[in-house]
């Protein structure tokens, strides 16, 4: 049994995809996005809460799992009069159906509560985003000719041209 190669879930795919979607910042929107910013991080913080915790269930499930087949195992070689070496019993443990299984899903419960916990980390940055573009707005960077950046290099461009046609005309005298 393969340990995890996609998510299944679709209803946490969508979820995440949703909050996803909502970390990108519209320059023209920015007051919305700082009002909705709180409830948006905390919304993420506890499905993060949540999906850590599932991941530390499935994690103590596959421990007790462990734990039985070990039981089991070390009963059954006893039983056939073989000497019950921890490392015999551990490759037995460690190829059951039922270990694959739990391990598999512990894998995919960690790699849920990574993802969450990236969208978190994101909207800290998309915070700091906010008051950095607010900032910009504030300051007149996206009104029209405030840096000055394509008008002044037309104008330096132009200034340059005119400079040479005069240095020609006063060499052709």
Do not use: C
Request: proline share 2%; net charge positive; hydrophobic share 40%.
């Amino acid at each position: 049994m393969p340990l995890i190669k996609a998510r299944n879930d679709a209803k946490e795919t969508t979820l995440l995809a949703q909050f996803r979607a909502r970390v990108k910042l519209d320059r023209h929107a920015l007051d919305l996005a700082a009002e909705e910013q709180p409830q948006l991080f905390m919304d993420v913080a506890d499905a993060h809460v949540f999906a850590v915790s599932r991941h530390d269930a499935a994690r103590d499930e596959l421990l007790r799992v462990d734990a039985k087949l070990g039981r089991q195992t070390r009963a059954d070689m006893e039983k056939e009069g073989t000497k019950p070496t921890e490392g015999k019993i551990a490759d037995v443990v460690l190829g059951h159906a039922e270990h694959l299984t739990a391990a598999d899903k512990m894998a995919k419960a960690k790699i849920e509560a990574d993802e969450w916990s990236a969208l978190r980390s994101a909207l800290e940055h998309r915070k700091s985003m906010i008051r950095e573009l607010a900032t910009l707005y504030a300051a007149g960077y996206y009104t029209a000719g405030a840096a000055g950046g394509a008008s002044r290099k037309v104008g330096e461009k132009n200034y340059q041209v005119s400079r040479e046609r005069l240095t020609e005309a006063r060499r052709s005298r």
